[in-house]
């Protein structure tokens, strides 16, 4: 079946540091990839999504592009800021919604 | 952006007593919504799939019989957790997306302790 394999972390990083998590998928037939975000003490939101193969979904200074010849949807952002401090998760949609197994992201000021 | 409601946000219950817990979503028909567990630290573990009108969908390893899924319109699905034991005890989310492939909206969760 579909799977996402996701970098576990947890991942500290000064501001303005790069990040980058690493999404890597498992899929039949050609799904929808999304990362999601939760802050503290609150819900999943989304973060931005890509629903075909070269899209690139960008929000908040962040950016993924899908790449089905690799299967990964990896997350970048150029500087990070404290208020990035969350757990991301990467997520596959098709008939199902399914999650990695999410990153745990500190910034540092 | 949309917003699925989720009740109750806490909830405390005596084992052996049977829980259930409400998703809507408010400003949009949900003609899917998922039910998934989170454990401390880990994951979504996604539990069910369910569709307006249609039997849940169970992932493998979760009973269907304890956990027992009502999608009765395009706006409120329920998750009833029957006979619950302290291993119940966690924290329930629920989301809910228009059609495959549309980013879903979650609700904040509930957290169910069972005593």
């Known amino acids: 079946g579909n799977s996402v394999t996701q970098m576990e972390g947890p991942v500290t990083l000064s501001e303005e540091a790069f990040l980058t998590i690493n999404c890597t998928y498992t899929a039949t037939g050609y799904p929808s990839l999304f990362w999601y975000v939760q802050y503290p003490g609150e819900g999943l939101q989304l973060l931005l999504k890509?629903?075909?193969?070269?899209d690139k979904g960008s929000n908040k200074g962040f950016e993924a592009t899908y790449r089905k010849e690799t299967t990964s949807f990896h997350l970048e952002k150029g500087s990070v800021q404290v208020s990035d401090s969350a757990v991301y998760f990467c997520?596959?949609?098709?008939?199902?919604?399914?999650f990695g197994a999410g990153t745990t992201v500190t910034v540092r000021a | 952006g949309a917003v699925v409601s989720q009740h109750p946000s806490r909830v405390i219950c005596k084992s052996g007593t049977s829980v259930k817990i409400e998703c809507r979503s408010l400003?949009?028909?949900?003609?899917?919504m998922f039910w998934y567990r989170q454990f401390p630290k880990q994951s979504l573990m996604l539990m069910a799939t369910s569709n307006e009108g249609s039997k849940a969908t169970y992932e493998q390893g979760v009973e269907k019989d304890k956990f027992l899924i009502n999608h009765a319109s395009l706006t409120l699905s329920t998750l009833t957790v029957t006979s619950a034991h302290p291993e119940d005890s966690s924290f329930y989310i629920c989301?809910?997306?228009?059609?495959?492939?549309?980013?879903?909206?979650f609700g904040q969760g509930t957290r169910l302790t069972v005593v």
């Open positions: 890509a629903t075909k193969a070269d």
């Open positions: 400003d949009f028909q949900a003609t899917t």
């Open positions: 989301s809910a997306r228009v059609r495959q492939g549309d980013e879903a909206f």
């Open positions: 997520a596959l949609s098709d008939y199902k919604l399914s």
